[in-house]
């Protein structure tokens, strides 16, 4: 059975960085198309960044281009979210989805995890 469990989250500061994990099990992370969705109150999910197979070709939302990096560890089964120059757009949820296709778009997850809150300070 596929699981998806994300850590990192917390309150940082507007400039500040946060490394989020995200753990999967019963599953081969570098079979399937893994990426970073998010979700601020009263809006839609949106998709932040995507790793694919078999190349590891990184996708970006361009609202992050430039601050923020996906990588993954194929022998820990573990996708990272590496934020930095955080700013106060970027506080929602993040959600870890896995697909068994192509697209990082969060209609086409086939499986998510529960989420952890990155909240901005001022």
């Known amino acids: 059975q596929v699981q998806l469990v994300e850590s990192g989250g917390g309150l940082v500061q507007p400039g500040g960085s946060l490394t989020l994990s995200c753990k999967a099990s019963?599953?081969?992370?570098?079979?399937?198309?893994i990426g970073w969705f998010r979700q601020a109150p009263g809006k839609e999910r949106e998709e932040v960044s995507c790793?694919?197979?078999?190349?590891?070709?990184?996708v970006y939302a361009d609202s992050v281009k430039g601050r923020f990096t996906i990588t993954r560890n194929n022998a820990k089964g573990t996708v990272y979210l590496q934020m930095n120059s955080l700013k106060p757009e970027d506080t929602a949820g993040y959600y870890c989805?896995?697909?068994?296709?192509?697209?990082?778009?969060?209609?086409?997850?086939?499986?998510w995890g529960r989420g952890t809150l990155v909240t901005g300070s001022s």
């Open positions: 790793i694919s197979t078999p190349t590891g070709r990184q």
């Open positions: 019963g599953v081969i992370v570098d079979y399937y198309l």
């Open positions: 989805g896995l697909s068994y296709g192509d697209s990082c778009v969060a209609t086409s997850i086939d499986k």
